[in-house]
């Protein structure tokens, strides 16, 4: 997990359209939001964990699932443009990844928050207990961090030395590592 980071949620950033949904997203894209501590890391350090965390030079099939960053202000984007030159003079081919204004982030609908914590029945009956308003699951640091684990990112050590923190049961424990035992296994094959 990327230390520094507050919270993830995912949403619809991009477009014109107004409140856009999963059913309805008009000319918005998936994405992901995500707060961070600027004492912790920065904003090229985020920049930079991006570009290694996707294909840059893939095009998209559309709109909705187009590699994008959304800046906020004039400094995101001159870092992000300077960083996506960078990346394309490293790889020598066109990057497709777009730097485009926020305008607005609209909240996905609740069943893509945290998605893959709710894949596991022990874990999704964790967060009901731990959060049993769905919101605080949402802006939750501890949960955006078990989420990012469940994907199999971080390390085992970093997940070790935080585990006891995260609110969990002896049995969510358990299976958090044994769900980022099989990510972590799997990614390395």
């Known amino acids: 997990m990327i230390e520094g980071v507050i919270r993830t949620r995912v949403g619809y950033a991009g477009g014109r359209q107004d409140n856009p949904d999963y059913g309805h997203i008009g000319d918005h894209t998936e994405t992901v939001q995500v707060d961070y501590d600027p004492q912790r ?8 964990i991006f570009w290694r965390s996707h294909k840059p030079t893939g095009r998209a099939w559309s709109r909705q699932y187009m590699n ?32 485009a204004p926020l305008r607005t982030f609209t909240l996905a609908e609740d069943y893509h ?6 894949q596991h029945d022990n874990l999704r009956a964790e967060m009901s207990r731990i959060y049993p308003v769905h919101r605080d699951l949402i802006d939750s640091t501890a949960a ?10 971080g390390s085992r050590d970093q ?5 006891d923190r995260l609110g969990l049961t ?10 980022t035992d099989r990510q972590w296994n799997y990614d390395r094959q």
């Open 68 to 99: 994008a960053i959304f800046y906020h202000d004039d400094r995101q984007r001159t870092l992000a443009t300077v960083s996506r030159s960078a990346v394309e003079k490293k790889l020598g081919r066109q990057v497709k990844t777009e730097v």
């Open 159 to 163: 997940l070790a030395r935080e585990i």
């Open 41 to 48: 890391i920065s904003y090229d350090g985020l920049l930079d």
């Open 144 to 153: 955006a961090r078990l989420n990012g684990y469940a994907a199999g990112h």
């Open 170 to 179: 002896e049995a969510g424990r358990k299976a958090v590592v044994a769900m």
């Open 113 to 118: 928050q945290k998605y893959i914590l709710k």
